[in-house]
């Protein structure tokens, strides 16, 4: 698996095995139509130290038709049921003229923004935006014409893969390539809003990396931190959470985006966990070595006259580390001092001498 590099506004930006995670925060609706409060959002968003903003490049249009028929229906999740699929994206979409000046604003903070474009038009219209990175959201993984348009821009892309069987991310990963994508990280994603923690099978994350040779990460729906804080122990360098303001302002991702102060913890536990996992280790540490002393050792516990033998009532393992490691006692028990020795010293080879007579 190979990291990739990024342009950011605050220079290149490696992404993968090694390096710091990315993690970005998605706006989504949660703007609820409000040009102001996704202003807001991105200011709160920078505050809490991501490395990325991400929105959405749809209208209700390009992604469905204006039908009350049944199968136009939603009829899962409580913010969503009882809508029609058109009525559920004007909602929740993001205006086209908006997303240029909030690129223009976060960058000029230096976070960049990127976007999940869902259809062609869409993506020759983040292309005139110049973003750096495209997401690929899990319900257009099968959109190969879509994943070619992706491609062809020749930048990296981030593909989730909720829904989505292995053999299609693997086809997925092979078109974007195939079009011209220099990289294509993977994300594991649930496509439940809100998943439950029983649903993550995390394990999934590694196994993606190792079976497509790809920088992987997760793609989070779950309530709280916990879930994306352990996958960054399970590989995942890309970490992307929903975000909004105040859950309880409502909007059609509320429930499951985190607010402020939750993304500042999410990531600085993120970085916590980064700089705990290191790489494989055995030897004693700076810090750690000096607390050594604190081992046990072998210890004079009763006076000891030159040629007296070594019995296990006058020397013994102990605290603190000064003497002989205890595995040595074996070797001592039967052989003479060397000196007289007071009680409390610890044991050298030199107070021992080297036969039993």
Not at 38 to 46: C, E, P, T
Not at 101 to 113: F, H, I, P, R, T
Not at 209 to 233: E, Y
């Amino acid at each position: 698996m190979t990291s990739f590099t990024i342009q950011t506004p605050r220079g290149e930006r490696r992404i993968g095995p090694g390096e710091p995670v990315f993690v970005i925060a998605e706006l989504s609706g949660n703007h609820k139509g409000d040009y102001e409060r996704a202003l807001r959002l991105v200011d709160a968003a920078i505050e809490t130290g991501v490395d990325a903003i991400k929105l959405q490049t749809y209208t209700p249009d390009t992604l469905t038709i204006d039908s009350d028929r049944e199968e136009f229906q939603v009829k899962v999740n409580d913010a969503w049921a009882g809508k029609t699929l058109y009525q559920l994206y004007g909602e929740a979409y993001t205006p086209w003229d908006w997303q240029p000046k909030l690129k223009a604003y976060a960058e000029g903070k230096g976070v960049m923004v990127f976007s999940t474009p869902f259809d062609e038009t869409a993506v020759d219209f983040l292309e005139n935006m110049n973003v750096a990175l495209y997401k690929v959201a899990s319900f257009e993984t099968g959109d190969l014409e879509l994943l070619k348009k992706i491609g062809a821009t020749r930048k990296p892309v981030i593909m989730s893969r909720g829904l989505t069987p292995l053999a299609d991310v693997e086809e997925a990963v092979r078109t974007l390539k195939q079009a011209g994508a220099p990289h294509v990280a993977v994300l594991h994603c649930v496509s439940s809003y809100p998943a439950t923690p029983d649903q993550m099978n995390l394990a999934t994350i590694p196994d993606l990396a190792k079976r497509l040779d790809v920088v992987a990460g997760l793609s989070d729906h779950t309530l709280g931190t916990a879930v994306a804080v352990a996958s960054v122990a399970l590989g995942a360098c890309i970490i992307e959470k929903h975000f909004t303001l105040r859950r309880s302002d409502g909007g059609p991702d509320a429930a499951f985006s985190l607010e402020p102060e939750e993304m500042k913890k999410l990531v600085q536990a993120v970085r916590v966990v980064e700089s705990a996992i290191g790489k494989p280790t055995y030897g004693v540490g700076e810090k750690e070595a000096e607390n050594v002393i604190f081992r046990r050792s072998l210890f004079v516990v009763k006076d000891i006259k030159q040629g007296e033998a070594f019995t296990s009532e006058n020397i013994r393992s102990i605290r603190p580390g000064h003497g002989l490691p205890p595995k040595e006692i074996s070797n001592v028990i039967g052989k003479r001092a060397t000196m007289d020795i007071a009680r409390g010293n610890p044991l050298r080879w030199d107070l021992i001498s080297p036969s039993e007579k």
